[in-house]
């Protein structure tokens, strides 16, 4: 009988031990290493504005003393205007935008139609060349009409150092502005003295 139990027991113990190292043990589960970590700090994309940021560009404002007829069109009358312009360079073409707009006074009146264009303008020692567009052949005025206009223009040019000017039309010289005034030789700037403020 002794012998039997000894045989069984060295069978089974074998057994037992060989299924035991056999069985898989489950691991626990721990975080998904293929999922993305993100950086609490991570935020959008930094813009090349951001790395380098602008400075907002600066305009120029100034006090300049621009022209006007009256409503008669007996004479002209300088009123001080506050003109604002991107660098100094474009000022003199803002001023002339200005004085295109017209007036704001209720006593005075604009001379240029309004779809004028003031080209160019270019300088020459103290000599002004301005270019007009074709449109200012449209302004319906008679001869001191286009005397007025002519003077206006010469003494806006006189407050930016200019003595004399030359006035184009389609960067050309031409005989006259509007059929009166002959324009085909300089012209001096004027004396701005010699207009009255309006009040």
Sequence with gaps: ????????IGVLLPAIFIAGCGTDVEQPAGPDQSEDITDENQGNPVTEDELDPKEPEQKITKSVVLYFADKDLMKNYRVREEVTAATEEDMIYAVFEVWMEGPEHDKLVTLVPADVVVETISEENDMAYISFSEEIRNANLGSSGEMLLVQQIGLIL?????????????????????????????????DPEKIEWME
């Design 158 to 190: 006189e407050q930016f150092g200019f003595a004399q000017v030359q006035v184009l039309i389609e960067g050309e010289i031409t005989e006259t502005l509007l059929g009166h005034v002959s324009i085909d030789q300089p012209f001096p700037t004027g």
């Design 1 to 8: 009988m002794k012998w039997y139990l000894k045989l069984l």
